[in-house]
Nanobody, 126 residues
Framework: AVHLVESGGDSVQAGAALKLSCVAS????????WGWFRQVPGKEREGVAV????????SYADSAKARFTISADMAKNTIYLEMLSLTPEDTAMYIC???????????????????WGQGTQVTVSS
């Protein structure tokens, strides 16, 4: 199993930046997919950004392109999500996930991820 612990969420004003971290532990093997998803109560979980830790292929949701950057430091077993120019629409619980990366490519699909953290709350006020 893989255990994921997120941190870095905060309440900020619109236009601010935040950097989320996700520390992984447990049965970690090279060639996995790592992702950030977000969820608002009453809405479906949304994939924000995913990265393959071997091929480094990255995908972003349209809402995250040009503002968010996902990265992985597997020497530290840590995945990051740097978020710029935050808007109230970015308010959500941000959840880190891990899944199989056998294809070398990760999709923004929660069904591809089997391990999930508890999440870290990001609240953006106008």
């Amino acid at each position: 199993a893989v255990h994921l612990v997120e941190s870095g969420g905060d309440s900020v004003q619109a236009g601010a930046a935040l950097k989320l971290s996700c520390v992984a532990s447990g049965n970690i093997w090279p060639g996995a997919c790592w992702g950030w998803f977000r969820q608002v109560p009453g809405k479906e979980r949304e994939g924000v950004a995913v990265i393959h830790d071997d091929t480094a292929r990255i995908s972003y949701a349209d809402s995250a392109k040009a503002r968010f950057t996902i990265s992985a430091d597997m020497a530290k077993n840590t995945i990051y999500l740097e978020m710029l120019s935050l808007t109230p629409e970015d308010t959500a619980m941000y959840i880190c996930a891990s899944g199989s990366g056998s294809s070398g490519y990760c999709r923004l699909d929660s069904l591809d991820f089997g391990y999930w953290g508890q999440g870290t709350q990001v609240t953006v006020s106008s």
